[in-house]
T-cell receptor, first 114, second 109 residues
Framework: DTAVSQTPKYLVTQMGNDKSIKCEQN?????MYWYKQDSKKFLKIMFS???????INETVPNRFSPKSPDKAHLNLHINSLELGDSAVYFC????FGGGGQPQHFGDGTRLSIL | RKEVEQDPGPFNVPEGATVAFNCTYS??????FFWYRQDCRKEPKLLMS???SGNEDGRFTAQLNRASQYISLLIRDSKLSDSATYLC??????????FGKGTTLSVSS
């Protein structure tokens, strides 16, 4: 059973397009996250949701819009894709937010912008 | 000063060697500390949490030094399968994890 699953695993698209990445966790966790890992391998937080509510929104262009229909799902929609959006996007979850809890990661979505 | 800093390496060691990585953090309010392992083109996986008194899991030992604001990871008797990037992660209450850029370890036979 996959604990944190993301789809699609690979996404190749053209500049200017709009795309979505989906994430689901079956761990019963309350908190979910989106991270971006760029070509220099730096893993940076983008958003965090706790029980469907946005709790962390780092400095991310508003072309990125997360949506959490329920606490087991956190999707990421990206409008007007740019070359700089090429990266690996990881979804993660933890039992609670607020620190102290390790996070479990999905296996990533590799986004390539042509 | 970056929030979480690690020596990127690479650390190239022979099988059986002992190797240690350090990770410094800038925010003295940091409360939780972790080591993750990331294999090439894979997701980060939790290796171990780091507790104030230090903790050990098999060949791996983690230490926290709050006064000097760093955490360390010691790997004894290195195996080929230990080759990976090791990420330290730190957070304060109410925030997400802040990751270092990782230290690359290559163990050779």
């Amino acid at each position: 059973d996959t604990a944190v699953s993301q789809t699609p695993k690979y996404l190749v698209t053209q500049m200017g397009n709009d795309k979505s990445i989906k994430c689901e966790q079956n761990l019963g966790h309350d908190t979910m996250y989106w991270y971006k890992q760029d070509s220099k391998k730096f893993l940076k937080i983008m958003f965090s949701y706790n029980n469907k509510e946005l709790i962390i929104n780092e400095t991310v262009p508003n072309r990125f819009s997360p949506k959490s229909p329920d606490k087991a799902h956190l999707n990421l929609h990206i409008n007007s894709l740019e070359l700089g959006d090429s990266a690996v996007y990881f979804c993660a979850s933890s039992q609670f937010g607020g620190g102290g809890q390790p996070q479990h990661f999905g296996d990533g979505t590799r986004l390539s912008i042509l | 000063r970056k929030e979480v800093e690690q020596d990127p390496g690479p650390f190239n060691v022979p099988e059986g060697a002992t190797v240690a990585f350090n990770c410094t953090y800038s925010n003295s309010a940091s409360q939780s500390f972790f080591w993750y392992r990331q294999d090439c083109r894979k997701e980060p996986k939790l290796l171990m949490s780091v507790y104030s008194s230090g903790n050990e899991d098999g060949r791996f030992t983690a230490q926290l030094n709050r006064a000097s604001q760093y955490i360390s990871l010691l790997i004894r008797d290195s195996k080929l399968s230990d080759s990976a990037t090791y990420l330290c992660a730190v957070n304060q209450a109410g925030t997400a994890l802040i990751f270092g850029k990782g230290t690359t370890l290559s163990v050779s036979s």
